[in-house]
């Protein structure tokens, strides 16, 4: 698969789940792009960074300190337009309320995936991201009615 997701963070509190998500992401073709992070807390520190580096975010809910639905309505606080992606083996109702969160605080829930992790959901939502980074994310700004004008009379 081409990188159709460049830039990844993973966030778990535990680093077999880490180490299996950075071992699917790989098998997917995305290994030299894959941040990961042990704290919900750490990863809000690199997302500050540059609030548009990471297209994805996979995160677990059940963390200490910072759990994953504080870190979903942290992103939406900052506007942040990618993909977010819940990792979690809690239970489906748990998991609708991080959905509803994430829509009251305008962040973008593509999906969630239960424990254990297999590669062709993570693969499915890799998709989903890809589709939603293409309509959100501008590479060039719109040039004026005026420079479609003038770029046309040169044209001729």
Request: contains cysteine; aromatic residues 2%.
């Amino acid at each position: 698969m081409d990188k159709i997701v460049p830039n990844i963070l993973v966030v778990d509190d535990s680093k077999a789940i880490l180490i299996v998500m950075k071992a699917i992401l790989s098998e997917l073709g995305m290994s030299n792009t894959i941040t990961t992070c042990l704290s919900a807390k750490e990863a809000l520190e690199k997302v500050k960074m540059d609030i548009n580096y990471f297209d994805a975010i996979f995160t677990d809910l059940n963390m200490p300190e910072m759990d994953g639905m504080e870190l979903i309505r942290h992103l939406g606080g900052l506007k942040y337009q990618g993909g977010i992606i819940i990792v979690s083996e809690m239970d489906h109702k748990v998991i609708s309320l991080a959905a509803n969160l994430a829509q009251q605080h305008n962040a973008h829930l593509i999906g969630n995936i239960s424990k254990p992790v297999q590669l062709s959901q993570v693969s499915r939502l890799l998709i989903k991201v890809a589709q939603l980074n293409s309509h959100t994310l501008l590479k060039e700004s719109a040039i004026s009615k005026d420079e479609l004008i003038e770029a046309l009379k040169t044209m001729k």
